[in-house]
């Protein structure tokens, strides 16, 4: 048992390394349409297993090469020579592998600081390693540095939300998101989350999020949905049938059969 957890983690080392070197984390909430079938909107996701029962799903997404659009002397480089800590318990082969690829990626942040995405690829390992704080750290050096790119917001309004429980800096983050990035459709569901379930003083707030995103993205069936089952379950089945038409309609627009009658059963439940 103990040879066929070190194979997977291994295993988990060897894609890991590959994909992290070309992309960047985004957030861990699956779209709407995972719970359809086929998906609508698909998102490409890298399951990763941890080790000892350990798992998650990490968003990718191919990142630009940039220089820095707005250097800044107050954005104080973090420190590179952190320890190293194994906070998830990761199987010690991935720990290990991790290890020496952060060495390697400080090594060349000292040569080339004005690499993004060696920051934003430190922050990943920092996360899986469960320092919040450091990941948090090069994060917030990267906003100050390249402001304008959305990425980096979008992975603090993730750590903020779903690991560090501070769900005002998770809404300013996620408004961020939404404010550079108005067709990313995962901000809006991830805040309307958020307002529903967690930040609940701001529960209000769940609906107008979503409506938003609508009006940003007048085509997304997976909008068109979540405002459906919002009505449903507060009770207001005549407003869900027309957003659940609404959907219905688009699915039948772009040909996709499977999610057409899904969508027209779950309708049909809400009347």
Known sequence: MTSQKNLLAILFVLIILGVVSTYIFKDLRKSTVNNLQPPVEEVETAPILLG??????????????????????????????????????????????????????????????????????????????????????LLDYVVISWPSDYAPYNNLADLYQFYIKNYPLAEKNWLKVIELKPDYLQAYINLYDLYKDLYTEKQAKSLPILQQGLANNPKSIDLMVYIARYYRLAGDNAQARVYYDKAITEANNLGKGAVLDSLSKEAEGSI
């Not at 707005?70 to 592998?97: G, H």
């Open 52 to 137: 000892d029962g350990i798992s998650g799903d990490y968003k990718i997404n191919v990142l630009p090469n940039e220089e820095p659009k707005n250097p800044s002397a107050s954005a104080k480089i973090p420190d590179l020579s952190l320890p190293v800590t194994n906070y998830s318990r990761l199987d010690e082969a991935a720990f290990k592998a991790i290890s020496q690829n952060i060495s390697k990626i400080v090594l060349e942040l000292k040569n080339e600081p004005n690499n993004e995405l060696g920051w934003l690829n430190l922050a990943v390992y920092r996360k899986m390693l469960g320092d919040y704080a450091g990941a948090v750290q």
